[in-house]
């Protein structure tokens, strides 16, 4: 067991550019969730998978933000023509059921200039 | 959507120091948990405590479901315990998919 494995860490881009992450969950892990942490504040949701399947998307997912969890293992998160306001942190977690605690990985930062 | 409010935000400690931190929601929850994030961002998880109590180690805490409340205690502080602890709940009734909504965190220091 690796733990979550995320990359790249670190990404810089300029503003209009499309960007791509990936998350690999650990791998008995069914479930996993992206979550964006800005400055000084505490993560917050993004999207949720159950396997392959995209259950839920919060408000915060624009249309430019598209991820996908294909044969239900490792998941990529988009961000078409990116902007300042999406420079963040991209947190991925997996869990192996709704009762259970997360582990996260070490996340990925992105800085749009 | 569930509030979440962590006190203090901030705390700073001598090495060796116990200390309380609290963590109030506000509508019923299935799922509760707390996260230390080190200074290098990772966010490690402590306890997954929808009720009752637990202890590992030097921390404990505590989930009182019925007053919408949770403490975690931190026993003889040390330096390395210094970062962001955040609490994160998920509503009670709704589709568990685990889904969590984060407090703004307690930032912690502890002085050598």
């Known amino acids: 067991d690796t733990g979550v494995s995320q990359n790249p860490r670190h990404k810089i881009t300029k503003r209009g550019q499309n960007v791509t992450f990936r998350c690999d969950p650990i791998s008995e892990h069914n479930r996993l969730y992206w979550y964006r942490q800005t400055l000084g504040q505490g993560p917050e949701f993004l999207t949720y998978?159950?396997?392959?399947?995209?259950?839920?998307k919060s408000r915060l997912l624009s249309d430019r933000f598209s991820a996908e969890r294909p044969k239900g293992s490792f998941s990529t998160l988009e961000i078409q023509r990116t902007e300042q306001g999406d420079s963040a942190m991209y947190l991925c977690?997996?869990?192996?059921?709704?009762?259970?605690?997360?582990?996260f990985g070490s996340g990925t930062r992105l800085t749009v200039v | 959507g569930i509030q979440v409010e962590q006190s203090p935000p901030d705390l700073i400690l001598q090495e060796g120091a116990n200390s309380t931190l609290r963590c109030n929601f506000s509508d019923s929850v299935n799922n509760l948990q707390w996260f230390h994030q080190n200074p290098w961002g990772q966010l490690i998880n402590l306890f997954y405590i929808p009720s009752g109590t637990k202890q590992n180690g030097r921390l404990s805490a505590t989930t009182v479901a019925t007053e919408r409340y949770s403490l975690l205690y931190i026993s003889s502080s040390q330096t390395t315990d210094s970062g962001v602890y955040f609490c994160?709940?998920?509503?009670?009734?709704?589709?568990?998919?685990?889904?969590?909504?984060f407090g703004q965190g307690t930032i912690l220091t502890v002085h050598p």
């Open positions: 994160a709940v998920e509503k009670a009734g709704g589709t568990s998919y685990g889904k969590l909504t």
């Open positions: 998978f159950q396997n392959e399947a995209q259950l839920e």
């Open positions: 977690a997996s869990s192996y059921r709704a009762g259970a605690g997360y582990t």
